[in-house]
């Protein structure tokens, strides 16, 4: 596969999609052609004139999600023009042989769709309170020297998703062992009181694995929202008392994901520093391909002062300064780029609040919610989500238009260079 999105040459060697427009749409649907594709207008124009590929892409490459997310986005654009939809194999051109529907050219994708497709987490709410208050009860039968200075505040569930416990720890040798130590499991009477709340939920044995899956995500969504109730209400403290608490939801054993929690619940700083490093299960990011383009600088000497909107990035950049480019083409931008695509792609105004902070080189954008102006801990998951959207779709509901990716940027990016060795 060469250049962008819309541009002709499928990868040799293997059968290719190509997208021909038979009449000139009006100008609107042009500008939305430019944007998905990232060809000129007037190259737009001269395609339909010529009956050239307005896209030409190979299939079955390392980027059938982000081709898939560009393809539906494309033929909703020209559907009520007339257009063509071949796939085509090595060396041969657009005939009516090749012809084919776009739920055909879907079904062909669907493997790889329905295996990518990530699980929002939505806690359950009335749960949360109640594990909350539970939560705050068997806290309160910590002494008091204890009580004032913990260093992890931990609630804990296995991988069947069992109601939770609180484990707290001291700032010493054994800081990170949950479930260890003295106060191991604190206020439990509290916690056990939810059970059958908690159980009502069902058992994820009796489920099958998809559903279990789901089931275990919003408990575990449950119990941070919890902890995040707590923290708002001022439980752990403020300012610098805060950032000597590091709160956790752990699985017994640990999981990768127990670290998207920690990224979440807790303020930046050298705890969570500390924390990801010596005690997380998630792969550490490691300096790759810079994401810049020709066009950018991301690696001009003091981009790294460029303020990170969004805390993610705040942590990525300090790994990759210069941003991250991963092997299927996923990008995310250093401090250059993500000044310059914003503004390329007028994300300001098309969809106010958000930021653009990658793309899947296949025409849509990966973007995050621009957090306010004070780290309010009630912001913590919905600022640390990430959608794709179509860059020629953009709007201000990104939440309900676009395709939630994961939660945890840099854990999702160190799980995928993880896999691609």
Do not use: K
């Not at 260890?180 to 489920?207: I, K, T």
């Not at 010596?278 to 690696?299: T, V, Y």
């Not at 098309?350 to 919610?369: E, Q």
């Amino acid at each position: 596969m060469t250049g962008g999105p819309g541009e002709p040459g499928g990868a040799a060697g293997t059968d290719h999609v190509v997208v021909l427009l038979r009449e000139r749409p009006p100008a609107a649907v042009l500008m939305r052609l430019h944007r998905l594709l990232r060809l000129g207008v007037t190259d737009v124009v001269r395609r339909v004139a010529e009956g050239a590929p307005l896209l030409d892409r190979g299939l079955f490459l390392n980027d059938r999600l982000p081709l898939a997310a560009l393809l539906r986005d494309v033929l909703a654009t020209v559907e009520p023009f007339a257009h063509e939809l071949h796939v085509l194999s090595p060396g041969e051109t657009p005939s009516p042989v090749s012809r084919t529907t776009a739920d055909a050219l879907e079904a062909m994708l669907a493997t790889d769709l329905d295996a990518g497709a990530a699980v929002r987490p939505v806690p359950d709410a009335r749960l949360a309170a109640l594990v909350a208050d539970a939560t705050r009860a068997a806290l309160a039968e910590l002494p008091a020297d204890v009580r004032a200075a913990p260093c992890a505040v931990a609630l804990v569930t296995t991988g069947e998703g069992l109601r939770p416990y609180l484990s707290v720890t001291l700032d010493d040798d054994g800081r990170w062992d949950v479930g260890a130590g003295p106060y191991a499991v604190v206020g439990d009477a509290h916690l056990a009181a939810v059970a059958d709340a908690w159980d009502a939920r069902g058992h994820l044995m009796e489920l099958d694995a998809a559903a279990a899956d789901a089931e275990l995500t919003t408990r575990l969504a449950t119990m941070e929202q919890a902890l995040r109730l707590l923290d708002v209400q001022g439980a752990f403290g403020a300012g610098d008392a805060r950032r000597r608490t590091l709160l956790l939801v752990a699985t017994m054993p640990p999981e990768a994901t127990d670290a998207g929690f920690a990224r979440r619940l807790n303020p930046a700083g050298r705890l969570l520093d500390r924390w990801l490093v010596e005690a997380s299960e998630c792969p550490a990011l490691r300096p790759a391909a810079p994401s810049s383009r020709p066009s950018a600088g991301a690696n001009a000497p003091g981009t790294t002062d460029f303020p990170a909107p969004v805390p993610a990035l705040a942590e990525l950049w300090r790994t990759c300064p210069g941003g991250l480019l991963l092997d299927d083409g996923t990008t995310v931008y250093g401090p250059d780029d993500l000044a310059e695509r914003n503004e390329t792609f007028e994300v300001a105004e098309y969809a106010p609040g958000w930021v653009l902070v990658g793309d899947d080189s296949g025409g849509s954008g990966y973007l995050m919610r621009r957090p306010g102006p004070r780290d309010d801990p009630a912001e913590g998951r919905a600022a640390a989500e990430v959608f794709r959207l179509g860059l020629g779709a953009l709007t201000e509901d990104v939440a309900t238009a676009g395709e939630f990716v994961t939660d945890d940027l840099v854990g999702w990016l160190a799980a995928r260079q993880q896999d691609e060795r």
